[in-house]
């Protein structure tokens, strides 16, 4: 429940807009084709960037993705990096150029199980919530350091922007390694930039009305209403059925466990693969 953390909305913004086919990121795809790798013996290892095809099928045979539906340019990635699904990216470790393999991924190596299942404190379940953080939160415009695998195709250099899904646009300050330096406008937070000073009251941009309550040796405490909490202020019970605002839609979840200080709530997966077992025909293009 990404949402209670209820001033950090654009950062969760910023990381729900880079999903992507079977990539976790945006791994860059070569220009030219593959080229031929100099050493015909050697094997993918994690660290080597390779070049791959492939055609992705559903256990009905269906084909769900395939380089062929990329204009037949191969998709080119850093093993080991993160930057695909955790199945893919084991399944072509020790393959070798011009070698063709089928690799069969289970939905936990995959996109998951059709619902996830996640234990949290009972006071995430309360009418309202205090949370506490520290006060660079508030100023205009945050900043933040990302896998650079998760920037858009389009936005993978500095200073390339992107729109994010509240309208602002995210900005890419630096380039290191495999991190970003992503700086964004604090859109979620309704003290952003402002003096910040105890009792100061405001309105979230789902309706809830947010009150300042202590600031203390850098550290702004908040009390917000928990509107984005099906569960908030009720009843719990097993079984108890709700949606939660996911950004691009509402999620359902219900609780499927109760203890004294933890409620476990299974959520719906959104992606349209979860839960099913897939099967990828790889072939590996080159080794670098």
Partial sequence: ??????????????????????????????????????????????????????????????????????????????????????????????????????????????????????????????????????????????????????LPPESSAVGSTWTLPDGTKATVLALSGSQATVSYPNAGNPFAGKKIAKGTKGVLPNGAKIEIVAVKEGQVTIRAENKDNPFAGKKLKVGMEGRLDEGAGMALARISALTATGVTLEVANAHPLAGETLQFEVKMLSIK
Avoid at 27 to 51: E, F, I, L, N, T
Avoid at 56 to 63: E, L, P, Q, Y
Avoid at 121 to 130: G, H, K, Q, W, Y
Wanted: proline share 6%; net charge negative.
């Fill in 1 to 150: 429940m990404k949402k209670t953390l209820v001033l950090a909305l654009a950062a969760a913004a910023l990381l729900a807009s880079c999903e992507s086919p079977i990539k976790l990121g945006t791994p860059a795809v070569s220009d030219s084709g593959a080229a031929a790798a100099a050493d015909a013996d050697r094997a993918a290892k994690p660290g080597d960037q390779v070049s791959v095809a492939y055609t992705g099928t559903k256990t009905d045979g269906s084909v769900f993705d395939a380089t062929s539906r990329h204009d037949g340019v191969p998709l080119e990635f850093v093993v080991g990096a993160g930057q695909m699904i955790k199945g893919f990216d084991e399944g072509v470790v020790g393959m070798k150029v011009g070698e063709t393999k089928t690799i069969v991924i289970p939905a936990e190596k995959a996109y998951g199980p059709k619902f996830q299942a996640s234990t949290l404190p009972r006071d995430l379940f309360n009418a309202t919530i205090e949370q506490t953080f520290p006060e660079r939160m508030f100023q205009t415009t945050l900043t933040e350091t990302v896998p650079a695998s998760m």
